[in-house]
Nanobody, 124 residues
Framework: VQLVESGGGMAQPGGSLRLSCAAS????????MSWVRQAPGKGPEWVSS????????LYADTVKGRFTISRDNAKNTLYLQMNSLKPEDTARYYC??????????????????WGQGTQVTVTS
């Protein structure tokens, strides 16, 4: 089983980035997916979740209206479009999966699988 995040990097405030999470080794279309981030020196923060079919999405208040979660089950890939980035969005972003459930949690033990993360740095 693998969850491999990509698309992180540096962006200026107000800029955009699109993160991807490529899944393999499990039936992606049967899993709810989430993004969780962790800033240096802080605990993990749940960002967004999407159900297995992509019809339901949830967002943390801190990113609502700026970030969009989506998935392509044919490509086994999860996405996070991040617009209007702020310095406080700087963090390592992880994708996580849970069989048959839409999970809103920042703890690894609430998920079945967890990726290695991709770093996002927002700075001028």
């Amino acid at each position: 089983v693998q969850l491999v995040e990509s698309g992180g990097g540096m962006a200026q405030p107000g800029g955009s980035l699109r993160l991807s999470c490529a899944a393999s080794g499990f039936t992606f279309s049967s899993y709810g997916m989430s993004w969780v981030r962790q800033a240096p020196g802080k605990g993990p923060e749940w960002v967004s979740s999407i159900n297995s079919g992509g019809s339901s999405t949830l967002y943390a208040d801190t990113v609502k209206g700026r970030f969009t979660i989506s998935r392509d089950n044919a490509k086994n890939t999860l996405y996070l479009q991040m617009n209007s980035l702020k310095p406080e969005d700087t963090a390592r972003y992880y994708c996580a999966s849970k069989a048959g459930a839409l999970v809103v949690a920042n703890r690894r033990d609430k998920y079945d699988y967890w990726g290695q993360g991709t770093q996002v740095t927002v700075t001028s």
